[in-house]
């Protein structure tokens, strides 16, 4: 009776342990997932940034010239009035 009983803790320990490794797995596969999608995330961002970037700077730069242009427009139209 002893004898099955011992044996009976061991097949239970043995099944904790199996569910804890494939729970530990399961984990690890989730973490993996997660990390492709966020490297993936990353990297588009990093493209994204590189193409709009220098589009954004030429943008400012050209509403700055703009706005200069209409101050000089403006000056020169108070001096000529």
């Known amino acids: 009776m002893k004898k099955r009983r011992t044996e009976r803790e061991r097949e239970k320990e043995e ?3 199996e569910q ?3 729970q530990r797995d399961k ?3 989730y973490f993996r997932e997660w990390e492709k999608q966020e490297d993936s995330v990353c990297f588009n961002q990093a493209v994204s940034w590189a193409l709009l970037g220098p589009i954004i ?3 400012y730069i050209v ?3 703009n706005k200069s242009k209409n101050i000089l427009r403006n000056k020169l139209v ?3 009035v």
């Open 27 to 29: 984990e690890l596969d």
């Open 15 to 17: 099944r904790d342990r």
């Open 57 to 59: 700077s030429l943008f």
């Open 63 to 65: 509403t700055s010239l």
């Open 20 to 22: 804890e490794t494939m």
């Open 78 to 80: 108070g001096l000529v």
